[in-house]
């Protein structure tokens, strides 16, 4: 088949999908790069600003003052915000070990993926950070379930609302 004719009489070729966006598989994956590299972008500098406050907590004097569960709270939010802060800079690295090798489609892919892990140890991130937070300012036994109140919030924004939408709104091929 002649893709120059079928394209030229408006009608997609072989290498184009009929989604209304007459785009190439090419050029599908450059629009689904750009838009996951401004999504990360956000989530980026929420992590960059929450893990560099993090670091500086330990040189505190009222650090030496948390008590052993508090010191592991904190050692494993440390911990979530580095995994986190590199699954969400792993993207802009795979781009660049990859870059030229014609394997962008693939590339968007395992971004994507290495993107969703991020968000996934963002949640997990902001929950221990906000249990350590809340426990050392109030020592209060409501505090779990503060932040269980929080994480269903994060839960129902991050993941429900969007899986019901993308359930509700899109037609099967």
């Known amino acids: 088949m002649d893709t120059s004719n079928s394209k030229a009489a408006g009608r997609p070729g072989p290498e184009t999908r009929d989604d209304g966006r007459r785009e190439t598989e090419s050029e599908r994956a450059d629009r689904r790069?750009?838009?996951?590299?401004q999504e990360v972008?956000?989530?980026?500098?929420?992590?960059?600003?929450?893990?560099g406050f993090?670091?500086?907590v330990v040189f505190t004097?009222?650090?030496?003052?948390?008590?052993?569960?508090?010191?592991?709270?904190?050692i494993v939010t440390v911990?979530?915000?580095?995994?986190?802060?590199?699954?969400?800079?792993?993207?802009?690295?795979?781009?660049r070990v990859v870059s030229g090798r014609k394997i962008k489609p693939q590339a968007?892919?395992?971004a994507s993926r290495l993107t969703f892990v991020g968000l996934i140890l963002l949640l997990c991130t902001l929950t221990t950070a906000l249990l350590?937070?809340?426990?050392?300012?109030?020592?209060?036994?409501?505090?779990p379930w503060l932040v269980a109140g929080v994480v269903a919030w994060y839960?129902?924004?991050w993941f429900v609302l969007p899986a019901w939408a993308r359930h509700r709104y899109t037609t099967a091929d």
């Open 155 to 157: 839960l129902l924004c």
């Open 41 to 51: 972008r956000v989530a980026q500098t929420g992590v960059q600003i929450l893990f």
């Open 79 to 95: 911990l979530l915000g580095s995994a986190t802060t590199g699954a969400l800079i792993g993207p802009v690295s795979f781009h």
């Open 132 to 143: 350590l937070i809340l426990r050392v300012a109030t020592h209060d036994s409501v505090v």
């Open 61 to 74: 004097p009222r650090f030496t003052e948390l008590s052993d569960t508090d010191r592991t709270i904190y």
């Open 54 to 56: 993090l670091l500086t």
């Open 108 to 110: 968007v892919v395992w």
């Open 33 to 37: 790069w750009t838009e996951l590299i």
